[in-house]
């Protein structure tokens, strides 16, 4: 299984980002995909998840109303739109894909998005 995340950048504060993470190496229908996040100096924290099937979302509070998480299963890929950003979204991102046993074996490399005020 490899995951690819990509679409990090600067942004200002208010604006948007798109990140993507595209999936290969095998099936991924019963799998459970996710956003993460580490800011400098923090530990990695939960954004959202979704299931291949497009259930079973869920947001983080502090995301919640701001960003949104969807999937395309044709291209394999999964998506975390991100608005009304603000500094202290600014984190390494990373998606990852649980396979129904946890989230500790699938991950992808990061990829970071900076918030400037």
């Known amino acids: 299984v490899q995951l690819q995340a990509s679409g990090g950048g600067l942004v200002q504060a208010g604006g948007s980002l798109r990140l993507s993470c595209a999936a290969s190496?095998?099936?991924?229908?019963?799998?459970?995909m996710g956003w993460f996040r580490q800011a400098p100096g923090k530990e990695r924290e939960f954004v959202a998840r979704i299931t291949w099937s497009g259930v079973g979302i869920r947001y983080a509070d502090s995301v919640k109303g701001r960003f949104t998480i969807s999937r395309d299963s044709v291209k394999n890929t999964v998506y975390l739109q991100m608005n009304s950003l603000k500094p202290e979204d600014t984190a390494v991102y990373y998606c990852a894909a649980d396979p129904g046993t946890g989230w500790g074996r699938y991950w992808g490399q990061g990829t970071l998005v900076t918030v400037s005020s």
């Open positions: 190496g095998r099936t991924f229908s019963s799998y459970v």
